[in-house]
């Protein structure tokens, strides 16, 4: 499961770091239903500004590495908390968005799909049922997309390595997983160069960046894989 902090190296601000979004701006208000009502306008201007940086920013080693491990591992699942589609454009296929995609809009009404829709944050389109358009992101207080929980939940059950990466491990419901796949025997590794909420509980955790850690990790594990498999020929030969 990734957060904020995996896409810290592509240059993307992360929620709470000092330089963070939410240092700028309170989290509720900007980014829940009711910033909205009150002053679409602004909450407007803030995504168009987030989806401008984020255009610019470039997937990094971190979304590369969790790319190739989709690729090359049969039981892999990527679950993410950001917004930002990086690990798409870095190549990863199935993505859980927990919280929705910034790229993508919908009707706040009646919930259809509105990407193409050129957004002005002084004349926000509307829908054809009268509903106005707003970023398809998950806000506070809302409900997370339940097809992506719960096979979020399934696959953390399921899952034998638990990777926590970049995240601070507040956000409710997606905190939940890390320790729902520990408390089904996964074994839980932490990449964040911070502690977090979520340490404690660690079974093992890489201090440092995800961007530089992430390929160390696959190096090894692939030369590893690549050792024992020539060992074993050389047994069978
Ligand atoms: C819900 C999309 C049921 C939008 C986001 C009162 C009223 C209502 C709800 C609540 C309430 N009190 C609590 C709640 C629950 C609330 C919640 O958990 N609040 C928290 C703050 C306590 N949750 C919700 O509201 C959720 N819905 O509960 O619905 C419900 C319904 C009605 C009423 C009650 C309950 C919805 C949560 C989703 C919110 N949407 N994003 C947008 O992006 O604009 S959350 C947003 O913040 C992100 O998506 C992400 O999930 C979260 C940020 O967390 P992180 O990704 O962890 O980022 P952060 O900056 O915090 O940390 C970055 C980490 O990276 C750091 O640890 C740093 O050290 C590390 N790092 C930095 N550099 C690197 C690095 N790591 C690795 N490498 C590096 N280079
Ligand atoms: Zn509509």
Redesign the pocket.
């Known amino acids: 499961m990734t957060?904020?902090?995996?896409s810290?190296?592509s240059g993307v601000p992360?929620?709470?770091?000092n330089d963070?979004l939410w240092s700028k701006f309170d989290?509720t208000e900007l980014?829940s239903m009711n910033a909205f009502m009150r002053n679409p306008k602004l909450v407007w201007e803030w995504y168009l500004y987030r989806r401008d940086v984020i255009g610019k920013a470039e997937p990094n080693m971190?979304h590369e590495t969790l790319a190739k491990m989709e690729q090359h591992l049969s039981a892999f699942t990527l679950v993410t908390?950001?917004?930002d589609n990086l690990h798409r454009r870095a190549g990863s296929r199935n993505v859980i968005e927990l919280?929705?995609n910034?790229q993508r809009n919908k009707c706040r009404q009646c919930g259809s799909p509105m990407d193409q829709v050129e957004i002005d944050p002084d004349n926000i389109p509307r829908c054809s049922c009268g509903g106005q358009i707003r970023p398809d992101?998950?806000?506070?207080?809302?409900?997370?997309p339940e097809e992506a929980l719960i096979t979020a939940i399934k696959v953390a059950e399921q899952s034998a390595l638990f990777l926590s990466?970049?995240?601070?491990?507040?956000?409710?419901?997606?905190a939940d997983l890390p320790l729902i796949a520990k408390n089904n025997g996964a074994y839980l590794v932490e990449?964040?160069?911070?502690p977090?909420a979520l340490t404690p509980y660690a079974d093992e955790v890489f201090r440092g960046?995800?961007?530089e850690i992430l390929p160390i990790i696959w190096q090894t594990a692939t030369e590893e894989a690549s050792s024992a498999e020539a060992s074993l020929q050389t047994d069978e030969a």
Do not use: D, M
């Open positions: 957060g904020a902090g995996v810290a190296e992360t929620f709470r770091g963070g989290p980014a971190g908390q950001n917004v919280h929705g910034i992101v998950v806000w506070f207080g809302e409900l997370l990466i970049g995240t601070s491990a507040l956000v409710y419901p997606a990449i964040n160069p911070e977090t960046k995800s961007g």
